[in-house]
């Protein structure tokens, strides 16, 4: 009898091995879409308040890292007209004003770092910097649904001189995700 539990026990140990063996082998052939983001939070985003539509446009740099910007244009009845501000500025000499939105993924906290207003009117500094969470509150994996985050932005404790008070970016909202694409216009 003990024979005969020593062969059944060794017999499940080679399937297992083979089965766990074999589905690593298939995963390796899973394809790839190129196309499609590495990540949930890569793509572009959009809160509508009232006439103003705010957008967030976020991307995965080669190192892990977050980077982004974000606009707020006019929005008449699904039609985007001029724009409010825009944190990709340029200047006349060609220079565009670094990614503003810096961050990292954490697997209980979403995306978080550190933020960049640099469309404050009459700040006396080129920006007023902050700290950002941005959590997907919404199943990824339902294909009709749309893909919603709570968007957070919060001044950082310290010094300050010249201070200038609030954002003029949204602080507390509800994103929901339009593209996988970048939109930088």
């Given amino acids: 009898m003990a024979d005969f539990i020593k062969n059944t026990y060794k017999i499940c140990l080679i399937i297992t091995f083979l089965l766990c063996n074999s589905n690593v082998v298939l995963a390796q052939f899973v394809p790839v879409n190129p196309s499609a983001p590495s990540s949930p939070y890569e793509g572009t985003w959009h809160y509508i308040d009232g006439n103003e539509l705010f957008v967030v446009s976020l991307w995965k740099e080669d190192d892990g890292k977050f980077r982004g910007y974000y606009k707020k244009v006019e ?28 961050g990292s993924f ?29 959590q997907i ?39 929901t995700k339009v593209s996988d694409e970048i939109d930088l216009d």
């Fill in 75 to 102: 929005h008449n009845n699904g039609i985007i007209g001029a724009t409010i501000f825009n944190s990709r500025k340029v200047n006349i000499h060609g220079f565009v004003f670094p990614p503003v939105i810096f």
């Fill in 106 to 134: 954490h697997n209980l906290y979403g995306l978080s770092g550190s933020i960049r207003d640099n469309t404050i009117q009459n700040n006396a500094e080129d920006f007023k910097g902050g700290r950002f969470r941005m």
């Fill in 137 to 175: 509150n919404s199943d990824t994996n339902c294909t009709n649904c749309p893909v919603t985050a709570t968007w957070k932005v919060e001044e950082t404790s310290g010094l300050r001189v010249d201070y200038v008070l609030g954002y003029s970016i949204p602080t507390d909202i509800i994103l």
